[in-house]
T-cell receptor, first 112, second 113 residues
């Protein structure tokens, strides 16, 4: 079974621009969570989607948003990019809440 | 919401020694505690997990213990090898409450040959 995939893998943007990242979960997994990883900050939870509905949300500003499609693929969008948004963005999928979460390879975003 | 604290932030051991990483959590409803290993430039990979109905779980050189009363759990790696060098993350979630998974800040383990 194919693992979680993310596109693009690398991205360079400038301040003020917006960006959309994509995540395709493992087949049959209905939950997709997004995390921001920066050096020294660990994995910061952004939000989780389950069956096209946002189920949980972390403490990030409204510039960070997401959605999930009927095939469980998910996108996250960051508008008005700031330098501090430079990070590795990881998504993770799981079939149901009580099951294990598996991570994608991440998208490394650099904001100049 | 859940808050997970992890210690130490860095850990250096000699090959063959044991390594212990400790985490505490705040939400008494949390009942699932996975540990992930992230090698440089790679995605976090699940290495072991424990559910709240057991106090200890072992898989070869890796073991996890859970103390529900004290709300802390630990990862134990015995007979460490250089390939164990990585960042380790603990996490906690209340699975049946549809809660999201919260992670500790990570521990950078270095195993010196």
């Amino acid at each position: 079974k194919a693992g979680v995939t993310q596109t693009p893998r690398y991205l360079i943007k400038t301040r003020g621009q917006q960006v959309t990242l994509s995540c395709s979960p493992i087949s049959g997994h209905r939950s997709v969570s997004w995390y921001q990883q920066t050096p020294g900050q660990g994995l910061q939870f952004l939000f989780e989607y389950f069956s096209e509905t946002q189920r949980n949300k972390g403490n990030f500003p409204g510039r960070f948003s997401g959605r999930q499609f009927s095939n469980s693929r998910s996108e996250m969008n960051v508008s008005t990019l700031e330098l501090g948004d430079s990070a590795l963005y990881l998504c993770a999928s799981r079939r149901e809440p009580q099951e294990t979460q598996y991570f994608g390879p991440g998208t490394r975003l650099l904001v100049l | 919401g859940e808050n997970v604290e992890q210690h130490p932030s860095t850990l250096s051991v000699q090959e063959g020694d044991s390594a212990v990483i400790k985490c505490t959590y705040s939400d008494s409803a949390s009942n699932y505690f996975p540990w992930y290993k992230q090698e440089l430039g790679k995605r976090p990979q699940l290495i072991i997990d424990i559910r709240s109905n057991v106090g200890e779980k072992k898989d070869q050189r890796i073991a996890v213990t859970l103390n529900k009363t004290a709300k802390h759990f630990s990862l134990h790696i015995t007979e460490t090898q250089p390939e164990d060098s990585a960042v380790y993350f603990c996490a906690a979630t209340a699975q049946y409450n549809n809660n999201d998974m919260r992670f500790g800040a990570g521990t950078r383990l270095t195993v010196k040959p």
